[in-house]
């Protein structure tokens, strides 16, 4: 009776497959400020931020790279294998909501990311001076930028404004706020105030609307009247001249 032989088993096999699992036991892990997942990082405008990224359980050297949102940060020679820093400075308003990614060179899928949140007080910005003819309709536009956002209110000559029902309308998204007024009247001329709100300070910005008086029309329909008067009289004074006329010719 033929004897069942176990398949050969290569050599070295044993050893490959326990380097194999203790490579996964012990995988390679980043921590990015002592944060070990993504995080987000709160900070204020002007003082600079450093980030730290180092590589844990690592047998041999390991080249990390940083990225600034999809960009690649530059980083010197010595500042690349098993740590890695980079300084943001000055922080900015740019660098509100920005991401900034450590990334294991051989395998990007290990990485570690932080996203700044930058808070900083209102700051106001939009056309000062508006002119415009009395009936016709107007726009001011407070651009605010803030974080946290800001809640805006609107002042006319330092009471709060009274919002008429379809003349005046409020438009607000995170970074504009707008008060269109319709047909405006003298009695709108005057000084508004955008007043912005926030828990890091109030902004304020003053729009001064003058009201003008109408431009009189153009009587096209005057004009045209005028026009059809005039070449019909003289079409009648060349018919009425005709006889003299070819006498001429």
């Not at 009425?240 to 010719?249: I, S, Y």
Request: aromatic letters at 6%; a neutral charge; glycine letters at 6%.
């Amino acid at each position: 009776m033929a004897q069942r032989r176990s398949p050969a088993v290569p050599y070295g096999a044993p050893v490959l497959a326990i380097s194999f699992l203790a490579c996964v036991a012990t995988g390679l892990e980043l921590s990015v400020n002592n944060h070990a997942a993504d995080f987000t990082l709160s900070t204020e405008l002007g003082p600079p931020i450093s980030l730290s990224c180092l590589v844990h359980n690592s047998s041999q050297a390991e080249e990390l790279l940083w990225y600034r949102g999809n960009g690649q940060v530059g980083l010197k020679d010595g500042n690349k294998v098993n740590i890695s820093n980079i300084c943001i400075s000055p922080v900015n308003e740019s660098d509100n909501g920005v991401t900034f990614t450590c990334k294991l060179a051989r395998d990007k899928s290990v990485q570690v990311s932080v996203i700044l949140d930058v808070q900083f007080p209102p700051r106001l910005s939009g056309e000062e001076t508006l002119h415009v003819e009395e009936d016709k309709d107007v726009t001011l536009t407070c651009n605010s930028k803030s974080n946290p956002q800001a809640r805006p209110a609107w002042y006319k000559d330092n009471h709060s404004l009274t919002l008429q029902q379809n003349r005046h309308e409020l438009y607000q998204s995170s970074e504009v706020f707008r008060l269109s007024i319709r047909r405006v009247q003298k009695s709108d001329n005057g000084t508004y105030t955008c007043v912005v709100e926030s828990p890091l300070g109030n902004g304020t910005r003053d729009f001064h609307l003058i009201v003008e008086d109408k431009k009189p029309v153009f009587p096209k329909e005057a004009i045209i009247a005028a026009v059809v008067v005039v070449t019909i009289t003289i079409l009648f004074g060349i018919v009425a001249r005709k006889d003299k006329l070819f006498k001429v010719w």
